[in-house]
């Protein structure tokens, strides 16, 4: 289950995906259905493992999937501190803006130091899917399956990160790359123990 | 421009300073933990911010304090002293802001100010709710801008940028300048790092325009659905005008507008020898600067016998030219290219010059299409109210396009000004959000040639009377540009300070008895 999380965040190729990409803004109001799913999976499902796991990852794309990731859980935090209805969803999402910014800004600058130009891997989708993700929960009323919905999300995606965590920490190449990878993870992790204890308080 | 990084100056403010050596609207360059601090008193407070520049790097202690706020000495960005707020294109980025104590006759710099990232920082005291979705066409200087500033506003709603280019926004004034003649690095190119746009939820599509509909407020972008709006800036910019001369189609032919233009030119630019370049403008003339600093041969063609003197007078004219020419720059003046051929530029008396690389810069034209297929009231340009919205509700336009009425001058101008746009497109946000502000900057661009950095403050088309104070070939000039005993414009060299306290006087004139007025300055 795991494997098809960081693969679905990395690749994010999906049929549904794209299907719903093309169906353009109108879909953000269908959209809503999903996110009231469980996990990220459940909006983009696995798609060919072997391909990601045959395709090694360089720094630059490195760098541009952790950049990616932090920008759009920042982005989603942002929304869920005057979205989200209960406090420790609203506190949930500040701290997201906080951390996440911060991972971000340290990317910069080691990306700047490094003089390492972010690429994305081959056929990411994750720009497209943060969108959809920011869409669906834009257009989802406030209230407590939206506060439900955002927590769903975010115990997925910080599953899938800290997979990407330990796959980039294998393929990076750079010493300080590697070291901020390392510095990462028990934030990330840190992230999901408290997304799965809201959620355990919400009640599921 | 590498700015004012390396070692700090000044006290250190953490220790303190003697409060009363500081008067009300002076500042003190120091440095609290191992960062500039600019410490400054405005009236009986004491205020501390970052003290360099967040658009290139200019000193803010050798800027103007104003009221409340610190200006740079550069290129005229505003900061509020209060909390680090870029209040002011070209600045986007705020600056730290720093906690100051007052312990008895001394006064101390005790910490940094933590903020939010994402925080609605700019100062809004009315905002309409109502609106969902601001669709801006151009991620250029005014609608970059704009994106930016309806989030800092707190706008949480939906901002989509369309946009055709693939890689903006990017700092366009670089592009003739110092990234063009290979002194600015590739980072300093983008306006943002990547994931700013995404981190911030402004979505940049990648596309063309085609339509736009006001009343059904829908915007047709090709190969998409249509978006729908609440509210559309029209930011489209401007693109160069074509000469359509023969022979202008081949490969060495080269316009600048855009980053892949000046990257191709740059590519163009290892292998050549001898560059001509058509048009005496400011890209034209930056340009050939560039070109020579890489070391082509430049030969410049054009009509007028003095360059740029339509815009900056007679003796900076003058100036410019001895200065090109001293940097060994040929000018063919009074001609105009009769046709381009593989190896040379023909010029209307015959003679050939040997070219490998041709640019052309001869100005650009506003692409107002956009407008014109709405049928937006167009006057050669856009036509704006003060609040810069066209004549289709919920329809604002920004930067190159728009043409303004301009408190300054008594007169409706368009500019083709960087910073100009950038302010433009910030006041568009605000007022989409219902902050009813005037669009009255006073204009400002600043032009580069080797080691030379014109400013130019004001907005002059004709004048009667020109007053030269200094001298240009010593790089220390400034000239004032006046119509009926009124100054309009001030053009000046290494007179940074002079810039700024025009531009505040330029301000007050306009103001009469407004709010600005009696705002202390102080240099």
Redesign the interface.
Known sequence: MHTSRTVALLMLVTAAACAKKE????AADTLKVDTTGAAPAAVAPPPAETTAAATPLTDPNIV?IL??A???D??RG??AE?KGTSADVKQFG?LM??EH??L?AQG?AL??KL?V??VAPANDQS?AQ??ME?DSL?ALAKGAAWDKAYIAYEIGYHQALKDIATKALAQAQNAELKALITKAAPIVQAHLDKAQAIQTKMGS | MGGTDGALTGPDLVAGVNAADLKPGDKLLGHANGEAVLLARVGDEYLAIGATCSHYGGPLAEGAIVGDTVRCPWHHACFSLRNGEALRAPALSNLSCWRVDRRGDRVAVTGKVER???AATYPMEHRADNLNEVVIVGAGAAGYAAAEMLRRCGY?G?VTIVDEEPDSPYDRPNLSKDYLAGNAP??WIPLR????A????I?IVRGRATQLDVKAHRLEVEG??P??YDALLLATGAEPIRLGLPGEQAPHVHYLRSLADSRSIIAAADKAKRAVVIGGSFIGLETAASLRTRGLEVDVVAPETVPLERVMGRTLGDFIKALHEEKGVRFHLGHKPKSIEKEAVVLDDDTRLPADLVVIGVGVRPRLALAEQAKLAIDKGVVVDELLCTSAPDVYAAGDIARWPDPHTGERIRVEHWVVAERMGQVAARNILGAGERFDYVPFFWSAHYDVSINYVGHAEKWDDVKVDGNAMARDVAVLFERAGKPLALATIYRDAESLAFEVELERAAEGLGVGDGIPITE
């Open positions: 169906a353009g803004r109108a541009f950049h990616a932090n920008a759009a920042s982005a942002k929304l005057t500040k803006v906080g910014h911060a971000n910069d990306a700047k003089s130009t972010a720009e943060a969108k920011m834009t | 939010e990232p994402l949480e939906r590739e980072e790092p990547p994931n700013f995404a981190e911030h939820n979505e998409r659905d978006i729908p």
